[in-house]
């Protein structure tokens, strides 16, 4: 197999220069077991000196097997495994589940429940650029970034907590709508934390997106073009700081997104690098707040009705014969569900597409080479790698 | 270009290919061969504007002896969503490999390799990515891999064979079987703490 | 050597160990508090050296072992020539050129037991740490010059002592950029942010901490504190007039360092050639104006 199709331009040259100076091409393992890195996941990077000239991805540690277990468990009991597919934006997970069991048996989510899943899939949105956007502060050094936003974070999880029951694997979503209504006043409880959220924003700008350091690390870090963007598989916020325009919950609305105005923010124009990916994710936190205030506002005039289609008793469930493909914009990009059933009670096959797969392995072979061992995090961390769904 | 102007192309560009359109508006669906694939995605992406592969899922048919391979591609300018199924012998599975129209289609291959033993002649890198190296067992989600007997045979510990109840729980939970198992546990729970217990057909297990 | 001074040698080591673990705490509380968190207590330091030093540790050769307690041998060595009140060091001297020499001996000792153990992140943690140095060294050691040209010693506790009699004789206000210049070169120097490259958790997973352990860490942190008492004891001595009792010192001493803490909260870190560039250019302008307008035109002295 040859492996050397990834070598940048000019690493003979590099690596002759090297040798003839006495250097050598060492391995460094960059995770699992690192400070930089987001879950059990690593490259093993071939660097000279200190900078990189190959990297091969690490991945298994963390590999769970949920493909393979989807199949053995029942419908229902899924539900338990796919949040954890991706740990920080576990809803969409269980959104894009249910929705494609919900196209095979041909139901269809009350009202009620698509807004209070719009609701929760925006909550946890933000809960994800949170962290994310503390991530990126973290690799670079700005811890303070990362326990601020976690403390606002710890905010929106109450209010999930007061909703589900639960808060970081909510398993809130069922075949056929949500587990419950929204209880009394928790509408207004999630305005109020969003007020307040919103309140801190000017400080996080001033923290984070206006720190000249900040500027000075991720400016012109790992620039991609709006067509490699699009032809290589990276979708969400990494897409559209690009410059180009695509949502999934504009192009193919589900839950309450075809009645609500989805904003549309690009932070480049044709190209971006790690500084206009940072600053996609900020300008998407303040519109994810503002849609979320958009779907409160027409939740609360709906009238109160069942929040979850007749499937008949869950843990007796049977799909119809077929396979269905549902796609949800976390706040990484697309999450798609490929489930194909054959009539049981459980699925024949479930296919998760995480968003992380395209740049976390390819891009991450063709870009690092030439980077210096500083900016690695900073890079994961901008295109909001989440090895969990590498690893599933 | 709408999904019927598509699928008239697609009709006249592959007359040997069924192209169906499927239950949701904007989706649709290409079945193919091994042969064609690459033809009809190439056609896809350059022609009808299908920038973006989403994923490529192998399904394991155990029954028909063939593993299926689904491409999901979608087109951003057309917002189409087209589904590309080709179909490939069980025991000799190998199919085009298709990174040079997509290059992180390489990643997608390298797993499909892994866990389903298709082969992609062409792949710059079939090496393991998630399993360890010296994997030997069968690839890991094709259907006759059963990984409770891979635990048991790897692990071997001694009182899970001696009591044979642990195992043969863990055997027998699943599909239909499960729900007795579960039924009885629950009675038993009910029995104990003094409640009623649950009847058929209540909400969730 | 008489057996007071033995003592006083013992004395003041135990005196340094203890007030640097003590701002080391107070550091980690000061950065929380920022940080909307509640933090260790301010002892937790001191727990952090007893629990390592309980611990059995893996050394991967003597030579790991002779590094790490020379580097903290020539750290100690160095606060003895730190003047604390009135001038008074356990050394008896105070030569400013043996301090800034002395020092280096930290780092060279560190790098010599951390490169034995073998860690890729080790070595370039450590050859960040010297790299940084060449930025840092020369903005001060203008700054020195700028000071020692004017007073004419280089003995420090005469630099202290010509400050005294009220802030305005204090260098910060007779030597403005050259106390701006030393402030950026400071934070390097006791590696804060934005110049904390030789430990970076997120890059090099902490640099030369990476392979050590148990009684090996401990002596790192020990390490760390006697490193903030000599560079924070420079500051107050060479700017902050230095001090007439040992409390006024150690006060003055957490001025300097609970500014550098804040600093350091508020900041990322740069990349290595961009930290080396930023303080050669900022700090290094600003030790060069200051010595030409000292030497010259004779502005800032009395």
């Known amino acids: 197999m040859n492996r050397e199709i990834y070598l940048p331009d000019g690493y003979t040259t590099i690596r002759k220069i090297g040798e003839r100076d006495g250097y050598e091409v060492y391995d460094l393992f960059f995770g699992p077991n690192h400070p930089g890195m987001h879950g059990n996941f690593g490259y093993v990077l071939d660097m000279m000196g200190t900078e990189i000239v190959r990297v091969r991805p690490n991945a298994g540690m963390l590999h769970r097997g949920f493909e393979k277990a989807m199949e053995r468990k029942k419908w229902v009991q899924n539900l338990a495994l796919i949040p954890r597919v991706c740990v920080v934006d576990p809803d969409p997970n269980e959104v894009a589940y249910c929705q494609a069991v919900e196209e095979l048996l041909g139901v269809e989510a009350p009202e009620r429940a698509r807004y209070l899943r719009t609701i929760t899939l925006e909550r946890s949105r933000l809960t994800a650029f949170l962290m994310g956007m503390g991530g990126v502060g973290g690799a670079i050094g700005l811890y303070s970034a990362t326990y601020l936003m976690m403390a606002d974070r710890d905010r929106l999880l109450d209010m999930f907590e007061a909703l589900t029951g639960a808060r970081v694997y909510h398993i809130f979503n069922v075949p056929g709508g949500v587990r419950r209504d929204a209880p009394e006043g928790w509408f207004d409880g999630v305005l109020k934390v969003l007020d307040e959220l919103e309140s801190n924003i000017p400080d996080w700008d001033k923290l984070v997106f206006e720190n000249p350091v900040v500027w000075a690390r991720l400016e012109g870090l790992a620039p991609i073009t709006e067509e490699e963007a699009r032809r290589g598989g990276l979708v969400g916020p990494n897409l559209r700081a690009t410059g180009a325009k695509f949502d999934v919950r504009r192009d193919a609305p589900y839950a309450a997104y075809g009645e609500l105005d989805v904003e549309m923010h690009n932070a480049g124009d044709g190209k971006a690098d790690a500084l206009t990916r940072a600053v996609q994710v900020r300008l998407e936190y303040e519109a994810t707040i503002r849609l979320i205030r958009q779907a409160i506002a027409k939740a609360k005039k709906l009238p109160s009705g069942p929040v979850r289609a007749d499937v008949g008793p869950l843990h007796k469930l049977r799909v119809p014969k077929g396979d269905a493909y549902s796609k949800v914009e976390s706040s990484k990009g697309e999450f798609g569900y490929y489930i194909v059933s054959n009539g049981g009670y459980t699925p024949y096959r479930v296919s998760v597409r995480g968003p992380s797969m395209p740049a976390g392995i390819h891009l991450a072979k063709t870009q690092l080479p030439g980077v210096k061992i500083d900016d690695v995090a900073a890079w994961m961390a901008t295109l909001a790698i989440c090895s969990p769904d590498i690893d599933r | ?205 | 050597m008489s057996s007071k001074m033995i003592l006083d040698l013992f004395g003041m080591t135990f005196f340094y160990i203890v007030v640097g673990l003590t701002f080391m705490g107070l550091g980690r509380k000061i950065t929380a508090r920022l940080q909307r968190r509640v933090g260790p207590p301010w002892y937790q330091s001191f727990l952090d050296v007893f629990k390592c030093f309980s611990k059995t540790s893996i050394s991967h050769n003597y030579i790991m072992d002779l590094g790490l307690i020379m580097a903290l041998a020539g750290l100690i060595a160095t606060a003895y020539f730190m003047p604390v009140a009135k001038g008074w060091t356990p050394a008896g001297s105070s030569s400013i050129v043996v301090i800034l020499y002395l020092m280096t001996i930290g780092y060279l000792g560190m790098a010599m037991g951390v490169s034995a153990s073998g860690n890729p992140n080790a070595t370039i943690g450590i050859s960040r740490a010297l790299a940084l140095m060449f930025g840092y060294e020369i903005p001060f050691a203008m700054i020195i010059l700028a000071m020692i040209s004017v007073l004419g010693s280089s003995s420090l506790s005469d630099i202290a002592m010509s400050q005294a009699g009220g802030i305005q004789n204090w260098n910060i206000i007779r030597f403005p950029l050259g106390f701006l210049a030393a402030e950026i070169a400071f934070q390097a120097m006791i590696g804060e942010k934005p110049y904390d490259h030789m430990i970076a958790p997120a890059e090099i997973a902490s640099g030369p901490m990476v392979e050590l352990g148990g009684k090996f860490l401990g002596i790192a942190f020990l390490l760390h504190a006697v490193q903030l008492f000599v560079e924070t004891g420079l500051m107050v001595n060479l700017f902050l007039g230095g001090a007439s009792t040992w409390y006024e010192f150690v006060g003055k001493q957490f001025v300097v360092y609970f500014t550098s803490m804040v600093i350091n909260t508020v900041f990322a870190r740069y990349r290595i050639e961009q930290g080396i560039k930023h303080l050669w250019v900022w700090a290094g302008s600003f030790a060069a104006i200051q010595l030409v307008l000292t030497r010259y035109f004779d502005i800032f002295s009395r």
């Open chain 2, 1 to 205: 270009m709408t999904r019927d102007r598509l699928i008239e192309l697609a009709k006249q560009f592959f007359p040997e290919d069924e192209v169906i359109p499927r239950k949701k508006p904007g989706e649709l669906e290409i079945r193919t061969t091994r042969d064609r694939v690459v033809g009809v995605l190439t056609w896809l992406q350059n022609e009808a504007g299908f920038d973006h592969l989403m994923y490529i899922s192998g399904v394991d048919w155990l029954e028909d002896g063939e593993i299926e391979l689904v491409y999901h591609v979608y087109s951003y300018d057309h917002k189409l969503y087209c589904m590309v199924k080709i179909r490939v012998d069980r025991d000799y599975p190998w199919a085009h490999t298709i990174h040079k129209l997509w290059a992180h289609a390489q990643p997608y291959e390298q797993e499909i390799h892994e866990f389903f033993g298709v082969y992609f002649p062409g792949n710059p890198d079939l090496s393991h990515l998630i399993l360890p190296p010296e994997w030997s067992e069968a690839p890991p989600l094709r259907k006759d891999f059963d990984p409770l007997e891979y635990s048991m045979k790897l692990y071997e510990p001694e009182w899970f064979k001696s009591t044979d109840t642990f195992a043969s729980i863990a055997n027998r939970l699943r599909g239909e079987e499960a729900e007795r198992i579960i039924r009885s546990v629950l009675n038993e729970s009910a029995r104990l703490h003094g409640d009623a217990p649950e009847k058929d057909g209540e909400g969730e297990a």
